[in-house]
C-alpha cells in the first residue's frame, strides 16, 4: 500500500504506540483521523503533526469501550464526510494482577474496548471499503495473544480473539481488494502499565516509533501478521505455538510471577 494520500483512522492516537503510528503515517503523507477520549491531546498532536507535515488532520473524540462509542465514532464520520482508506485499530488496555484479586469494571472494559470497539469499527468500515473496493484494516493484537498468560488472564483473552478474527477475516474478504493485517508487538516503551505498580524491563522493551515504522512497512509488503517487534518477540510466539499447552501456560505464570505481576496494586 502507498500511504500517501489516504485517510487514516488511528484509535487511541493520543499516547503511546497509536501516537507513534499517527506521527509516521504523516512522515508518509497519509491524512490521519486521531481517535481517544483525551480531546486536548488529539487536538495538540494535530496541531504538532500540521507543523510537520503537509497533511490534514482530523481528531475524533469516543470512548470505544461505551456500547454505543464505536457507532457514535461512525456517525461523526459520516457527518463529516470523511471516508476511511485505511483503519488502524489500535485502542487497548491491558490490566494486570491475579483475575479475583482485582476490581471486575478495568476487566471487564478490556473486553469492550479491545473486542467489541475493534470488531464494530472493523465491521462497519470494512463494509465501506469492501462496497469501494479498495481500503485496509490494521488490528493491532499482541505477542499475549499466542498463549494463556496467568495474572494478564483477560486481556491475553481479548488479543487472542484479535488474533483469530482477524485473520479469518482476512480471508472472507480476501478477494475484495480489501487488506487486513493482525500486528503483535512484544513489550513496547509506552505508559501501558501507569497507573499500577506493573512495569515492564527496558531491556527487552522496543521503541514504539521503531514498532509503528515496521507494522507499516509490514503492511506495505502483503503480510497477513506483523511481528514488529525484537526477534525475541517473535520467537515466543513460536515456542507457544511448538510446546504442550500446559507446559506453556506453567512457563507464562512462572515469568509473570518473576516481574510481580501476581502482586500488581494500583497507585
Ligand atoms: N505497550 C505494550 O507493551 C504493548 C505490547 C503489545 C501490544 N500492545 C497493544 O498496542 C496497543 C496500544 O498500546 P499502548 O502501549 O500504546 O497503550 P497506551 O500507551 O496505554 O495508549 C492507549 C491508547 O488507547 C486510548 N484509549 C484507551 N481507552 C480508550 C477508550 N475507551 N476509547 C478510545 N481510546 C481509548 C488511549 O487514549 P485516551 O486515554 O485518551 O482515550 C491511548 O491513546 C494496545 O492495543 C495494546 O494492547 C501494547
Redesign the pocket.
Known amino acids: 500500500m502507498d500511504y500517501r494520500g489516504i485517510t487514516a483512522l488511528v484509535?487511541?492516537?493520543?499516547?503511546?504506540?497509536?501516537r507513534s503510528y499517527a506521527y509516521e503515517l504523516a512522515r508518509r503523507g497519509a491524512h490521519p483521523v486521531l481517535?481517544?477520549?483525551?480531546a486536548q491531546?488529539l487536538q495538540e498532536l494535530a496541531d504538532d503533526l500540521r507543523a510537520r507535515h503537509d497533511v490534514q488532520v482530523h481528531t475524533l473524540v469516543?470512548?470505544?469501550?461505551t456500547p454505543d462509542?464505536p457507532a457514535g465514532a461512525i456517525r461523526e464520520l459520516q457527518r463529516r464526510h470523511i471516508a476511511v482508506d485505511l483503519l488502524l485499530n489500535?485502542?487497548?488496555?491491558?490490566p494486570v494482577g491475579p483475575f479475583l484479586d482485582r476490581p471486575y469494571p478495568p476487566q471487564r472494559q478490556a473486553v469492550d474496548?479491545?473486542i467489541h470497539?475493534l470488531m464494530a469499527l472493523s465491521y462497519a468500515l470494512g463494509a465501506d471499503m469492501v462496497a469501494r473496493g479498495s481500503g485496509g484494516i490494521i488490528n493491532?493484537s499482541?505477542?499475549?495473544g499466542f498463549q494463556p498468560m496467568p495474572y494478564q488472564a483477560g486481556y491475553a483473552a481479548t488479543?487472542a480473539f484479535v488474533l483469530s478474527f482477524t485473520e479469518a477475516f482476512a480471508h472472507e474478504i480476501r478477494d475484495s481488494g480489501v487488506r487486513v493485517m493482525a500486528a503483535h508487538?512484544?513489550?513496547?516503551a509506552?505508559?501501558?502499565f501507569d497507573g499500577t505498580t506493573a512495569t515492564?524491563d527496558p531491556r527487552v522493551t522496543d521503541s514504539?516509533d521503531r514498532v509503528a515504522a515496521k507494522t507499516l512497512d509490514d503492511f506495505a509488503r502483503g503480510r497477513l501478521n506483523s511481528y514488529p517487534g525484537r526477534p525475541l518477540h517473535r520467537a515466543q510466539t513460536l515456542a507457544a505455538r511448538l510446546l504442550p499447552r500446559t507446559l506453556v501456560v506453567r512457563a507464562t505464570g512462572a515469568v509473570n510471577r518473576r516481574v510481580g505481576h501476581h502482586k500488581v496494586k494500583d497507585i
Do not use: E
Open positions: 484509535t487511541g492516537a493520543s499516547r503511546g504506540i497509536g481517535l481517544a477520549r483525551s491531546t469516543a470512548d470505544l469501550s462509542g489500535n485502542a487497548g488496555i491491558g474496548l479491545n470497539g493491532v499482541s505477542t499475549a488479543k508487538p512484544g513489550a513496547t509506552t505508559g501501558f515492564m514504539p
